[in-house]
């Protein structure tokens, strides 16, 4: 079950206006084509495990803990390619020796890391497990890609998770997760993995940068998105009168207004930060709960359905009542 969450946005915004002086887009057309109007950039030397480690401290705050038995990572932008980065994160947080790894399932690997932390402790491995969703996109998006650059932004989000009874406030309730490999192309960065290397041939310059084919991605997510969430709600015993708030992955407003839809909720439900925050990846949920709980959105008590959508193709979707959670701010 849930016991603790905190989250970390870098300092400097970027607005749509700062994008539109060096890119050929508008500020107009993203808000009107995302819903976006601003997002977060990390600064100059500033890396994925940074975020991470500010939103893991506030969220073993929240816990009341100073100790967890693993964390679990979810990241596209790992600091380095090996090792993975959450041993770093467990050690600056004074969790050495714990279990650390690292996830990759892109934007859906909060929601699989949620679920890996689940099993660790439903089979007695963990009691406690840190859940962080960490990413870095600033560092992999293509400057000149208009696309893919008014998208995405910087963050980190992390709870904490202890074992617990089904009906507890803040108990998870069934997970459900799921891939489709043949379209794995959709979204990719094509060099610098093995890939490529085996050719014995450098990568392209912009081999290294994120690709994303938007419109096919946009259809894939709401379809996905809305599939996972009602399966998750079926498998839970929920009817759409259970669900008082619906946190999907803040991938572009106008697909979170169509799942939402598909799904059979009102727009009360709906909860939201893309307007400020863009597309934050495996940040997306954590980020969006921690800020929710903290400005009221979210209470304890109320039904809450996660759903979310990624590369690979990925996604994923459970169903928790909040618990009664301090924020850190
Ligand atoms: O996080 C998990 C996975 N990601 C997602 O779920 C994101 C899914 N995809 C999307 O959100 C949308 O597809 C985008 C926001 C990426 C693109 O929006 P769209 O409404 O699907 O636009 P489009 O790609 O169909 O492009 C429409 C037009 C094109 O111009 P033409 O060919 O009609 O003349 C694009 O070149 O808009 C143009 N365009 C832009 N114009 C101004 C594309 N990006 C921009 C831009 N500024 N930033």
């Given at each position: 079950m849930l016991t603790g969450i905190g989250s970390w946005l870098p300092e400097r915004v970027v607005t749509n206006d700062q994008l539109s002086q060096v890119l050929d887009t508008s500020d107009e057309w993203i808000r009107t084509r995302t819903g976006i109007s601003q997002r977060f950039h990390a600064a100059t030397g500033e890396s994925t495990s940074d975020l991470a480690v500010e939103a893991g401290r506030r969220a073993l705050k929240s816990a009341g803990?100073?100790?967890?038995d693993a964390l679990i990572l979810a990241t596209?932008?790992?600091?380095?390619?090996?090792?993975?980065t959450a041993p770093d994160i467990a050690a600056r947080l004074g969790l050495s020796g714990i279990a650390a790894f690292d996830i990759a399932a892109v934007c859906t690997g909060f929601v699989y890391a949620l679920s890996a932390a689940a099993g660790l402790i439903a089979a007695g491995t963990a009691e406690r497990v840190m859940v962080i969703g960490a990413d870095v996109y600033s560092t992999i998006?293509?400057?000149?890609?208009r696309s893919t650059a008014v998208i995405f932004g910087d963050a980190a989000g992390a709870v904490v998770l202890r074992a617990g009874r089904?009906?507890?406030?803040?108990a998870l309730g069934p997970m459900v997760l799921g891939s489709d490999?043949?379209?794995?192309?959709?979204?990719?960065?094509?060099?610098?993995?093995a890939r490529q290397r085996s050719n014995g041939q450098p990568s392209e310059p912009d081999d290294e940068y994120f690709r994303m084919a938007g419109p096919e991605v946009f259809r894939h997510a709401i379809v996905r998105m809305s599939e996972a969430a009602s399966r998750a709600m079926e498998l839970a015993r929920?009817?759409?009168?259970?669900?008082?708030?619906f946190a999907a992955h803040q991938a572009n407003a106008r697909i979170l207004t169509s799942v939402l839809e598909r799904v059979g909720?009102?727009?009360?439900?709906q909860l939201s930060n893309v307007a400020r925050?863009?597309?934050?990846?495996?940040a997306s949920i954590p980020l969006l709960l921690d800020e929710c709980a903290a400005d009221g959105r979210l209470e304890a008590g109320q039904g809450v359905l996660l759903s979310a959508f990624g590369g690979g193709l990925t996604w994923g979707a459970t169903t928790l009542r909040w618990p009664a959670l301090t924020t850190v701010h």
């Open positions: 803990d100073d100790h967890v596209t932008t790992p600091d380095y390619p090996c090792p993975a998006l293509n400057p000149v890609d089904p009906d507890e406030l803040g490999g043949e379209n794995h192309r959709l979204i990719e960065i094509p060099g610098g993995g929920w009817l759409p009168g259970d669900v008082d708030r909720l009102p727009a009360t439900c925050v863009g597309n934050t990846s495996a």
